[in-house]
């Protein structure tokens, strides 16, 4: 069966500092991945999407390793409002269809005053 | 643009009952899906569609049917509620069938089967 897994957490991290989050994937063919952000009893919002040369938007990173198989998203300077459920996608299907999109269980993070 | 809707916000089903649950779009998307949302547990794909007229299943299909008469519209028919079905449902839209887009998500619906 193929995976995505992802650490649950929760990550417990003071307002003002940086964290980071890794989630590895089974499929070596796939070719799309992704970080959705959940809010407490709300629904998934793309953060943004995770390219081969790694990307940046604000305080946000996403990395890709294919050789080891997995992404990352980095959060400097977090703030309150970064409390959230962050979700890893990735396509498991080699020919791309959105019906192979597969999400991880989540990362619960908790930014604390 | 409203998005993705879906209605009801929340539902309590007795074992054996039917009901359909609403999913509306209004951005001319193509692929539609419904995914359910359990604790401990990623967001699961039931069905989707590609287009109206067209669809098919995806990985927790069973107890569940769905139709695509229209681009705007995508309905999830439970046929006898169980238990098990107790989940969050999600409906989701993107541009296009392909992986690479945005999926675009719904509120949600509680449901609780009793």
């Known amino acids: 069966r193929k995976e995505v897994e992802q650490d649950p957490g929760p990550f417990n991290v003071p307002e003002g500092a940086t964290v980071a989050f890794n989630c590895t994937y089974s499929?070596?063919?796939?070719?799309?991945f992704f970080w959705y952000r959940q809010d407490c009893r709300k629904e998934p919002k793309l953060l943004m999407s995770?390219?081969?040369s790694g990307n940046e938007d604000g305080r946000f990173t996403a990395q890709l390793n294919r050789a080891s198989q997995y992404i990352s998203l980095l959060i400097r300077d977090s703030k309150l409002s970064d409390s959230a459920t962050y979700l890893c996608?990735?396509?498991?299907?080699?020919?791309?269809?959105?019906?192979?999109?597969?999400f991880g269980k989540g990362t619960h993070l908790i930014i604390q005053p | 643009n409203a998005g993705v809707t879906q209605t009801p916000k929340f539902q309590v089903l007795k074992t054996g009952q039917s009901m359909t649950l609403q999913c509306a779009q209004d951005?001319?998307?193509?692929?539609m899906s419904w995914y359910r949302q359990d604790p401990g547990m990623g967001l699961r794909l039931i069905h989707y569609?590609?287009?109206?007229?067209?669809?098919d299943q995806g990985e927790v299909p069973n107890g569940y049917n769905v139709s695509r008469s229209t681009t705007e519209d995508f309905p999830l028919r439970l046929l006898s509620a169980a238990p098990s079905q107790t989940s969050v449902y999600f409906c989701?839209?993107?541009?296009?069938?392909?992986?690479?887009?945005?999926?675009?998500f719904g509120p949600g619906t509680r449901l609780t089967v009793l």
């Open positions: 499929n070596s063919a796939s070719q799309s």
């Open positions: 995770v390219y081969s």
């Open positions: 996608v990735v396509n498991m299907y080699s020919g791309g269809g959105a019906d192979g999109l597969t």
């Open positions: 989701a839209s993107s541009y296009s069938w392909q992986g690479v887009d945005t999926q675009y």
């Open positions: 569609s590609v287009g109206a007229g067209i669809t």
């Open positions: 951005m001319n998307h193509e692929y």
